[in-house]
Every structure is written in structure tokens, then in C-alpha cells.
């Protein structure tokens, strides 16, 4: 999933959480957390301190995560804006990710991805907090029109990433930092590097992968920000103190209606309801299925003046207390466990063993000629006929046409 250089710019820093240096003034708020079970609960009072202290991922001391930890605490002043940015959000995401029995940490995925910007865009036309791609976005069922992109709507997206991670987790046997690299890359590109491995009777874990520079520094970084987050104390990280009043309430409308407008009757600004509400593409929320996102604070306001323009349905859902009904199947095996157990002792001369490794093999991709077949070409590349079928997957009946393209697999001398 290539899509990682953010071209949109944070339009405006969020009125969100505070880390205990900022000293911002905030309302006092109290959310009824009584109808919550426990974890609920406690993610609504504290989510970030809440995810810190569900922080099970083994971090194994290697240079790949020791470089992207510098680069972290180079620019702490960054990791701890952007984790401040998250709190609109930060609710939802940290508790479908714990109803799932999915690591917490997950909720690390967007500050890599975005910072927590909604109107993230990359080169590759990855969008919103979870930079998901055009192709992905039709998989999972996410609308995209001149008036709506699904991408950007905060619930929706995050069910849908929540869903592709959950899927790759299954597909790599419960190996998150295979399905971290996948959300990446994208699932066909680490099987094709899994298999490039297994031909060389090389080791198939994320360590032992020869794969593009982006990939190979985004799971040591995801992995860098857990070890920072965990510890946080001892690499001076200010955690974000949430409010609560700060979070999400999703507002259902009968009309169409302006964000201009919604910002008038609530007032909130207009730039902080555009990042909310960054799917509406032409500022304007249309009626049946749409909906509205505004911080809680704003909502009593708002509601009693939708109410009175007959503009909106008298309910205002509170996000933690919205299910998600598009789970994917559970996963039967502890993915947690599996993945500690497979990677703590990875270290440098692992690295450095796999690095070489990957210097003694090229891959080229032969265009098929007049008079050629599999016995003349591999033995002008040095190759075996039976490698040249089990790259190629062919038979042996199998005839060659010119223009044909074939893998092919040198040994470099």
C-alpha cells in the first residue's frame, strides 16, 4: 500500500489534547461512563494511558528501530503534537481495537500515516487518517464521488482499516509485523518477498525480508513509537491528557445543510468542522444516510438548533457506545504470543546476515525472444530449467511466445 508522502498540511492545530506542558484552558466535562463495561471505561477517562499500559509487543534491540527511535526523539516536539491531534479520534479507534482482541497499539497506524490529519492526501491518492488507497477503498466498500469520499469519514475508514488488518493478521498467521508491513506495501508484495526467501532456503520472518527502503523503515518505526510510548517517563514524552468533551458525537441529519452553516449554530470553527468532516468534499453534509461529526462540547448547542430547523433526527450517538457489526471472523490462535515469540532475539548480526544475503541475488525480468525456450535461457543465465518453471509457474507444457516475461533469479559471483 504505497502511500506514504503527505502533500496536505495540517490546515490548523486542533483544539484536542493537552500534554502537561501546554497549559491550554479547557471546560470541565465529566462523561456517564456508568453504562460503559470496564476497558470502555477506562479508555474514555484516559485512552493514550490506557493504550500505554496494554503495550505487549516485545521490541527486540536491533539498528533498524535504534535509527528510527533517534529519528522519533530528534522530533519529539512532532510525535507529541500529533498524538495530541489524535484526540478527537483516539476514542473510537482504541476501543474497536480492543473489542476485537487486536493490540492497541495499533492506534500508532495513523501517526505514521497521516499525524492524525483527516485531510492527509499522499502522491499515491492515499486519503484521510489511515491513508487508504483508491483500490482498497472499493474492497472494503468505502463510497467515493465528487460529493463524498468514504475514506475520510472518521468511522467509516477506521472500520475498514481496522478490517484489512484484522484480514492480513489471519493471512500471516497471526504475524503482525508481517501485516503492518502488508498494510504497507500491500499483502501480494511481502508474499512475493516470502517466497523469494523460501527459494533461497532463507528465513520468511519481517527481519529476513528483502523489501523496498519504505517498508523496511515502517515497521522498525511502528516499533520505535511503542518503545516510546511505553517508556515514555524515561525519553521525556508528554503524554496527551484527554477530555472527554473533546471526543466525537455523530449527528444524523434529515437535510442537506452547509458545514458554514453547522459552524454558525454550533460555534465551532469552520477550519476544525472541515478536518471532522473532511468526506463532505463540497463543504455541504447531505441528508438520508449522512451524518455529522462535532466534538461533544458543541453537540447540546447544535442539536437544539437542527431540531428547530427540523435538520436533524433527535438522537446524538456517542461513539463509545457505537458497535461496529462488520467484524471480521476472530482469529484462533494468540497472534500476540506468536509474534513476541518470533521476534525478541532478532538483533544486528541477524540484520546484517540477511542484508548480505540479499546482495548475493538479482532478479531480472527476461523478454522472451524468436527461438527461444526454457533449456537455451537457462543456460545462458546459469539457472536450472525446473528454477526457471518454479519462479515462472509454469508446466512443462508450457510453450514460450515471444514477449512472454520470465523471473529470473541470478546468483550475483
Not at 515462472?392 to 533469479?409: A, E, F, Q, V, W
Request: charged content about 25%.
Amino acid at each position: 500500500m504505497k502511500k506514504f508522502i503527505v502533500t496536505t498540511l495540517l490546515i490548523g492545530l486542533l483544539v484536542g489534547c493537552q500534554s502537561s506542558s501546554t497549559g491550554q484552558q479547557r471546560l470541565k466535562y465529566r462523561n456517564n461512563s456508568s453504562k460503559l463495561n470496564a476497558s470502555s471505561s477506562l479508555i474514555s477517562q484516559d485512552p493514550w494511558n490506557f493504550v500505554q499500559k496494554q503495550l505487549h509487543i516485545n521490541i527486540p534491540e536491533n539498528k533498524r528501530i535504534q535509527a528510527e527511535k533517534q529519528k522519533i526523539l530528534k522530533n519529539r516536539v512532532s510525535l507529541e503534537t500529533n498524538l495530541q491531534r489524535s484526540e478527537p479520534y483516539i476514542y473510537y479507534i482504541v476501543k474497536q481495537l480492543n473489542e476485537r482482541k487486536m493490540p492497541v497499539e495499533l492506534a500508532l497506524i495513523p501517526v505514521i500515516e497521516s499525524s492524525y490529519n483527516q485531510l492527509a492526501t499522499s502522491h499515491a491518492k492515499a486519503a484521510g487518517l489511515w491513508q487508504i488507497v483508491p483500490i482498497t477503498a472499493k474492497q472494503y466498500g468505502l463510497e467515493q464521488n465528487r460529493y463524498f469520499d468514504s475514506r475520510r469519514d472518521f468511522i467509516q475508514s477506521t472500520d475498514a482499516a481496522i478490517n484489512l488488518l484484522q484480514y492480513l493478521n489471519q493471512r500471516f498467521d497471526g504475524d503482525w509485523l508481517l501485516t503492518i508491513a502488508a498494510y504497507n506495501a500491500g499483502e501480494s508484495r511481502i508474499r512475493k518477498a516470502i517466497k523469494w526467501n523460501q527459494d533461497k532456503k532463507l528465513p520468511t520472518n519481517f527481519w529476513a525480508l528483502n523489501l523496498s527502503k519504505e517498508t523496511m523503515q515502517y515497521v522498525p518505526k511502528f516499533l520505535a513509537l511503542v518503545d516510546v510510548l511505553k517508556n515514555n517517563e524515561q525519553y521525556k514524552l508528554s503524554l496527551p491528557t484527554c477530555e472527554y468533551e473533546n471526543s466525537l458525537v455523530r449527528i444524523e441529519l434529515t437535510q442537506q445543510i452547509s458545514l458554514e452553516k453547522i459552524a454558525q449554530y454550533s460555534g465551532i470553527s469552520l477550519d476544525e468542522l472541515l478536518e471532522y468532516n473532511a468526506a463532505y468534499l463540497k463543504k455541504v453534509v447531505k441528508g438520508g444516510s449522512y451524518h455529522l461529526f462535532i466534538p461533544t462540547a458543541y453537540a447540546d448547542n447544535l442539536i437544539t438548533k437542527l431540531k428547530e430547523l427540523q435538520l436533524a433526527s433527535p438522537n446524538i450517538v456517542d461513539l463509545m457506545y457505537l458497535e461496529n457489526i462488520n467484524h471480521s471472523m476472530p482469529n484462533s490462535f494468540d497472534a500476540i504470543a506468536l509474534t513476541n515469540n518470533k521476534y525478541i532475539k532478532i538483533n544486528d548480526i541477524d540484520i546484517r546476515f540477511y542484508e548480505k544475503e540479499h546482495l548475493r541475488y538479482s532478479q531480472i525480468i527476461y523478454q522472451v525472444k524468436n527461438g527461444d525456450n526454457l533449456y537455451k535461457i537457462a543456460k545462458n543465465y546459469k539457472v536450472k530449467v525446473n528454477e526457471l518453471i518454479k519462479w515462472n509457474k509454469l508446466t512443462n507444457s508450457n510453450k514460450l511466445k515471444p514477449g512472454d516475461k520470465l523471473t529470473i533469479n541470478i546468483e550475483n559471483r
